[in-house]
C-alpha cells in the first residue's frame, strides 16, 4: 500500500514539482534539512483484517500518515489540501491532523491521518 500512495503523490505534477524527490517513508527531516518541502508517509498501524465473508477477512484496513514540512505556511496548506486530493482518488479518507510550527526553527508541519481499505489480492491462493 506505501508504494501505491507513493506512486499516487508522484504522479500528481503539483506535488511532483514542489517535492522534487523529497516524499519518503518513514524518514524525518533533519531541521536543518527543511529548507524545500518535504513530505513523509508514515504508517501508524499494521493493516488490519475488515469486511468479513465467510469467516474470512475481505479487506486490509490502513490507517497513514503523511507529513508535509516546509518554511513556508502557505505552501505547506496547499500541498496538504493537493495530498488530500490524491488520497481521496484512490480511497483514503483524511481523519485527525496536527498543524504545528517550529518557531526557533521557522517551520511548519501539517500532519493528516488517512485511513482506507484495499481488497486482498490472495483469493486465489486460499
Known amino acids: 500500500m506505501l508504494d501505491k500512495i507513493y506512486d499516487a503523490l508522484v504522479a500528481d505534477e503539483y506535488i511532483k514539482e514542489l517535492t522534487l ?20 508517509i508514515d504508517p501508524l498501524d499494521v493493516p488490519l ?5 465467510d469467516d474470512t477477512w ?34 483514503f479518507h483524511q481523519g485527525a491532523g496536527t498543524d504545528e510550527w517550529d518557531k526557533d526553527f521557522n517551520i511548519y508541519r ?8 484495499a481488497y486482498r489480492d490472495d483469493f486465489d491462493s486460499l
Do not use: S
Not at 524527490?21 to 527543511?34: H, L, N, S
Not at 479487506?59 to 514540512?69: F, K, R
Not at 518554511?71 to 500541498?79: G, I
Open 21 to 40: 524527490g523529497r516524499i519518503k517513508f518513514y524518514e524525518y527531516p533533519a531541521t536543518g534539512e527543511v529548507d524545500k518541502p518535504y513530505i513523509v
Open 49 to 53: 483484517p475488515k469486511d468479513y465473508a
Open 58 to 91: 475481505m479487506t486490509d484496513d490502513y490507517l497513514i500518515q503523511i507529513d508535509v514540512w516546509t518554511k513556508d505556511r502557505k505552501t505547506r496548506d496547499k500541498l496538504a489540501l493537493r495530498i488530500r486530493h490524491v488520497m481521496w482518488n484512490i480511497g
Open 110 to 117: 501539517d500532519a493528516r491521518q488517512y485511513r482506507g481499505k
